[in-house]
């Protein structure tokens, strides 16, 4: 059981590329997560989902966009790359319990480092 | 809006000393995380607590939930090496949908011999 795959682990890009870093779950859960970390801070919600065609942003949602076209797989894309955007983006997984919430823990992938130059 | 905030956000223990890490949140809430991230590695589910005077223990950690004073603690007992790691509390609100979480700062432990 893989659990939470994300992909690329490390990536540099220049100012203004763009990028999408992949995320893939295969614990059918109905609700995913993107989060940025950055230094000696802990994480900040970018987007999530409730389930596949239904995002929604979270608390720093600007310069990024999301979908999910499928309950396993929740892409993050980045369009014009800045400075700011170097981070640590994890994304993670948790199951449903109630319509609208969930009571069990949030199920992490190891991370994508991404610089920004 | 919902703060999340821990105390002390570094600490320095001894091995064989007893601690405890607290923390506070803003809002009310029903679900309160703890989780455990070792440097450059992912964050691993330590504690779920669901209600008011939970309390529950995994080797060296307990962890406990107040929520009339909007507290969680975290207690390390006889802390040994291997408990060195940054300890993020997440707290999720009753008024949200969707289980999202805010985070705690994180609270980075090193235990020296």
């Known amino acids: 059981n893989a659990g939470v795959t994300q992909t690329p682990k490390f990536r540099i890009l220049k100012i203004g590329q763009s990028m999408t870093l992949q995320c893939t779950q295969d614990m059918n859960h109905n609700y995913m997560y993107w989060y940025r970390q950055d230094p000696g801070m802990g994480l900040k919600l970018i987007y999530y989902?409730?389930?596949?065609?239904?995002?929604d942003k979270g608390e720093v949602p600007n310069g990024y966009n999301v979908s999910r076209s499928t309950t396993e797989d929740f892409p993050l894309r980045l369009e014009l790359a800045a400075p700011s955007q170097t981070s640590v983006y994890f994304c993670?997984?948790?199951?449903?319990?109630?319509?609208?919430?969930?009571?069990?823990?949030?199920?992490f992938g190891d991370g994508t480092r991404l610089s920004i130059l | 809006e919902l703060k999340v905030e821990q105390n002390p956000l570094f600490l320095s223990m001894q091995e064989g000393k007893n601690y405890t890490i607290y923390c506070n949140y803003s809002t009310t809430s029903d679900r309160l995380y703890w989780y455990r991230q070792d440097p450059g590695k992912s964050l691993e589910s330590l504690f779920v607590l669901l209600s008011n005077g939970a309390v529950k223990q995994e080797g060296r950690l307990m962890a406990s939930l107040d929520t009339k004073a909007r507290l969680s603690t975290l207690h390390i007992t006889a802390a040994v090496h291997d408990l060195s790691a940054t300890y993020f509390c997440?707290?999720?609100?009753?008024?949200?949908?969707?289980?999202?979480?805010?985070f705690g700062q994180g609270t980075e432990l090193s235990v020296k011999p």
């Open positions: 989902s409730v389930g596949a065609g239904i995002t």
């Open positions: 997440a707290v999720d609100s009753i008024y949200n949908q969707g289980g999202k979480l805010i």
């Open positions: 993670a997984s948790s199951e449903s319990t109630g319509w609208s919430y969930s009571n069990q823990p949030q199920h």
